[in-house]
């Protein structure tokens, strides 16, 4: 992604005019190109323009109003035409066998604009992303987004057909209320640029997300962004938000979310303030192949973001060997557990966290990551990490991890069994704090185990004395109520499980929920 701040570009595109071929052009099978731009305001602008051979898909650089000597072929040529208050975006494809003039005049795009059919939405954000269709895959010629208002007016210069590639991604929010308890995210993709840059649509013929975002702290302000990865074979769009200090736009704790359908997109959530970093989410549900679910027409679906205990169960941790060395990751370790059909797949968070590697009682190595030579006999090792959250965070404030692992120094990458628990807690607020006085169910969750053989969860209302909990077995989880308190505070949690292989897993989050 190459997120251009406060830029919308559509690309435009003129009329070309071809020179007789000269013998110098014919000798030596190249020819120039020479692109003059004009803005919105009838002035020629020096922008920067872009060639891409469509059969070579190689990239060339050039000055408008300079010539640049190409090899002969076809040619997507594209520039920004950025002006104060205006952007245009042009794009065109050309046979290059001769010397050739190429004029993008901005004066000739046209506006790009979404309506729906709901009272007060307002186009809130416009994002485009250009590639051009080559042999060997698709090349990003432009790629761009921005948030409407106080922002530049964007336009796209018609162009069609072609082997130029535009989708749009475009919101629409409501203009009176902030954050919006709505959003509308229409995507369209098309083969060069049409005519008509109005993307309409109605609430019945689009798919319906309700969100329930959680935050880790009462503090902390919500933002979604969404990026639409076509399903009919077209390019993804590859960027995301990139508004302010984290992407996306504001949202409430509940907000209905209108899509196009028949598209896979990728959600990312943020909660972020007060000086401490982002928790973000990356969409990765938990199908076989790890991709967002299509959602169709006229159907209503609910997904829950960043709801229970946050504890040390990233799929980014990462235990292996390799040349005779045991390594271990812990990248964004803490994560929500899923919940309404939402599995975290990168989880960021402000927290500081450590490993220890351990053989018996001796230490062999520490840090946020670590290599450490191991004997090539299997023996067994114990890997710690602990974390901890700054001032200012209420659930999750401190955490370890500890894994009992057999491993040996081979020589090939070798992953090792590594599990990892996850604890989802029901009926928690928008900041994951339960009531006074109440009962909250926790479902634990191991996975990384070939088979696991017992598990354990105990609770504490100070940290020091832990009372253990009846578990039920429920499917492939295990779940257990805990009594709140009466009075205010946190609810810490330690859960262990054990593999038939010998290998264990223990975490104890302190604050995993809060006490209103």
Same mark, same amino acid.
């Given at each position: ?41 009838? !002035? ?13 898909? !190689? ?91 106080? &922002? ?101 704790? &509940? ?18 303030? &007060? ?128 894994? &009992? ?112």
């Amino acid at each position: 992604m190459r997120p251009r701040a406060l830029v919308v570009p559509m690309l435009a595109a003129a009329m070309a005019l071809g020179s007789p071929v000269t013998a110098a052009d014919a000798a030596s099978h190249s020819a120039t190109v020479k692109v003059t731009v004009i803005g919105r305001s009838g !002035k020629s602008l020096t922008s920067t323009v872009d060639l891409v051979n469509v059969t070579t898909g !190689k990239r060339y650089t050039v000055t408008a109003g300079k010539a640049k000597r190409v090899p002969n072929g076809t040619y997507v040529i594209g520039s920004y035409i950025a002006e104060t208050g205006k952007l245009t975006l042009a794009a065109r494809t050309i046979v290059v066998d001769r010397s050739t003039s190429l004029t993008f005049d901005a004066r000739t795009g046209k506006r790009i604009t979404a309506s729906v059919d709901q009272a007060h939405a307002r186009l809130t954000r416009v994002a485009a992303d250009l590639r051009v269709h080559t042999s060997v895959g698709d090349v990003p010629l432009a790629e761009a987004d921005t948030e409407v208002s106080g &922002h530049p007016t964007v336009y796209a210069i018609p162009a069609s057909g072609g082997r130029a590639r535009l989708s749009l991604a475009m919101t629409l929010t409501d203009a009176t209320v902030s954050p919006s308890p709505y959003r509308f995210d229409l995507a369209r993709t098309t083969k060069g640029i049409p005519t008509s840059l109005n993307v309409t649509a109605k609430k019945a013929d689009l798919a319906r997300v309700d969100l329930d975002l959680h935050t880790p702290d009462p503090d902390l302000k919500r933002r979604v962004d969404l990026a639409p990865n076509p399903t009919d074979g077209a390019f993804a769009m590859e960027f995301g938000g990139g508004f302010g200090d984290a992407p996306g736009l504001l949202a409430p704790q &509940h907000l209905s979310s209108y899509r196009s359908p028949q598209v896979n997109w990728r959600t990312t959530y943020t909660a972020a303030g &007060h000086g401490r970093g982002a928790q973000v989410f990356e969409i990765a549900p938990a199908s076989a192949d790890l991709t967002q679910p299509v959602y169709r027409a006229g159907h209503t679906y609910a997904e829950t973001w960043g709801s229970g205990a946050w504890g040390p169960s990233a799929p980014s941790l990462q235990f292996a060997t390799m040349d005779g060395k045991l390594g271990a990751l812990a990248f964004w370790p803490l994560c929500a557990p899923e919940a309404g059909g939402v599995h975290p797949d990168n989880c960021v968070s402000d927290d500081d966290s450590s490993f220890r590697l351990f053989r018996g009682p001796t230490q062999l190595a520490e840090g946020a990551e670590f290599e450490a030579a191991i004997p090539a006999t299997p023996d067994w090792y114990d890997l710690q990490l602990d974390g901890t959250r700054p001032t200012g965070a209420t659930t999750s404030t401190a955490y370890s991890a500890r894994w &009992h692992v057999l491993a040996g120094g081979s020589i090939d990458r070798t992953t090792l069994e590594q599990g990892l628990i996850t604890l989802a807690a029901a009926g928690l607020n928008g900041h994951n704090a339960a009531g006074r006085s109440s009962t909250t169910r926790i479902t634990m969750s191991v996975t990384g185990f070939d088979s696991t053989t017992s598990t354990d969860l105990a609770y504490s209302t100070d940290g020091t004395t832990w009372n253990s909990l009846a578990m039920t077995k429920s499917g492939g989880s295990w779940v257990a109520d805990v009594p709140n308190p009466a009075g205010a505070g946190g609810v810490s949690l330690r859960a262990n499980a054990a593999a038939a292989s010998g290998s264990t897993v223990s975490e104890t989050i302190s604050n995993a929920y809060a006490i209103d």
